[in-house]
């Protein structure tokens, strides 16, 4: 079992920056080989996939998320990172982190991750 853990969340401006963090404990011996996600969940919509990093830091971003958004893996403390700039009023969400040990690859199916984290909420305003 992988436990999954976010924190970052919070109320920032239009066009500020915020950090989200995700620390993985548990059973993470091959933590380095896994596939990392962020996802999110507007009020109302579907969750989405936001962006993705492999072993080999192959990345990939949504369309809205590219360009702003980066994701990073630290293999050694077992966090995966995403550090938003120039947030805008629609990345208003709850942010989840989630696995993929069984991928090495980029995977985009929410069925392709096996763990979830509890989720941090992010706030835009105006």
């Known amino acids: 079992q992988v436990q999954l853990v976010e924190s970052g969340g919070g109320l920032v401006q239009a066009g500020g920056s915020l950090h989200l963090s995700c620390v993985a404990s548990?059973?993470?011996?091959?933590?380095?080989?896994?596939?990392m996600a962020w996802f999110r969940q507007a009020p109302g919509k579907d969750r989405e996939l936001v962006s993705v990093?492999?072993?080999?830091?192959?990345?990939w971003y949504s369309e809205s998320a590219k360009g702003r958004f980066t994701i990073r893996k630290d293999n050694g403390w077992k966090i995966t990172h995403l550090q938003m700039e120039t947030v805008r009023i629609e990345d208003t969400a709850v942010y989840y982190c989630a696995a993929a040990p069984r991928f090495g690859y980029i995977v985009r199916s929410q069925s392709s991750y096996d763990y979830w984290g509890q989720g941090t909420q992010v706030t835009v305003s105006s």
């Open positions: 990093i492999t072993w080999t830091d192959d990345t």
């Open positions: 548990g059973d993470t011996t091959n933590f380095n080989t896994f596939t």
